[in-house]
């Protein structure tokens, strides 16, 4: 270890190694990486790297945790940090958290769904600090990852990120709902940012079968693209577990549970996560007190009841049946 600086815990450092293969055992009981090649990125990757600093929450404001302090201490915490199985806030504007390092054991189960084979080619929407890029480049190869990003400051901090870490994959900067049309075709689309729709733009840079997997709402949900006579469509249905991302900057995210009146319902409707994620699905066709009589009519489905087509130009849920009899429009 160095004095202290910049170089302080560099990537083959004794102690961040031990912290890294700590942080791949928590992963693995969460049930994570039961696929070798990927346990093997999470071993190789090393995530501090990536957060050279982060904020912490703190009464008042945010504490700031760096790589280069002079306090041996503070230092030792930020690597602790760096390999704990939790989200790590890495730019704050205003008081605003713009953009974050996700948690690992979240990332290494949204990878595993994801479903790559070798030969992929990937876009990742939303760069963050190059960490999954650089678990997808180690895993397929630099030239079949394409990052993107719409924050110049953010693309130019990955793409240093990864250089450090030996990584060289494509990052841009641009508007992640428009894709990346140079680098397309895509075998597999994955998002790391929360959406409030599927864009139309990222199917037409798909290949037939591709996979998307990205956040919407507070769910994840997991897309197949196939062709029709009149164009690309993409389907799927929502995973079991909850996922709280930062939103896709640049385009708005409806949030039905802040902008509509729960009044006069049930507390175990209000303040119960599941219900809530189905009015982000719903807000266009129900008011909240008719999904509600839905949810509780229909068992008070999970998430994986749920699903999302995009195609036609148009983009519906829907629960259990894509044909009905419970389909609602998305709003856009």
Not at 32 to 60: I, K, N, Q, S, T
Request: proline letters at 8%; one cysteine or more.
């Amino acid at each position: 270890m160095g004095a202290h600086g910049d170089d302080a815990y560099g990537p083959d450092d004794r102690t961040a190694a031990d912290a890294r293969a700590a942080l791949v055992r928590v992963i693995e009981t969460k049930g994570g990486l039961g696929d070798p090649v990927w346990r093997a990125a999470f071993e190789e990757v090393p995530r501090h790297l990536f957060v050279p600093y982060y904020f912490v929450a703190r009464p008042g404001g945010y504490d700031r945790l760096w790589r280069g302090d002079p306090d041996p201490a503070r230092r030792l915490r930020w690597l602790t940090g760096a390999y704990g199985d939790g989200a790590l806030a890495t730019r704050v504007r205003d008081g605003e958290l713009i953009s974050s390092s996700s948690q690992p054991s979240l990332m290494a189960q949204m990878l595993a769904e994801l479903d790559v084979r070798d030969g992929d080619r990937v876009l990742e929407i939303g760069a963050g600090t190059g960490y999954n890029a650089a678990l997808l480049a180690h895993r397929l190869g630099e030239e079949r990852v394409t990052t993107v990003d719409l924050d110049p400051e953010i693309t130019e901090s990955a793409r240093t990120h990864l250089a450090d870490a030996g990584y060289r994959p494509a990052v841009v900067t641009g508007d992640g709902a428009r894709g990346s049309l140079e680098h397309a075709p895509f075998d597999r689309i994955i998002a790391t940012c929360t959406l409030p729709s599927v864009p139309v733009a990222w199917l037409a840079q798909c290949a037939p079968g591709a996979r998307i997997l990205a956040p919407l709402g507070t769910g994840l949900i997991a897309l197949t693209v196939g062709e029709e006579p009149d164009g690309r469509y993409a389907e799927g249905r929502f995973l079991h577990t909850p996922a709280y991302f930062v939103p896709l900057r640049g385009v708005p995210v409806h949030d039905p549970g802040a902008q509509r009146r729960l009044g006069g319902l049930p507390r175990r409707a209000a303040e119960n996560e599941l219900f809530r994620f189905m009015l982000t699905l719903t807000a266009s066709s129900l008011d909240p007190h008719e999904a509600f009589s839905l949810w509780e009519r229909e068992g008070r489905p999970e998430r994986e009841r749920f699903g999302i087509t995009v195609g036609g130009g148009r983009e519906w849920a829907w629960l259990d049946d894509p044909a009905g009899p419970y389909v609602w429009p998305m709003e856009s």
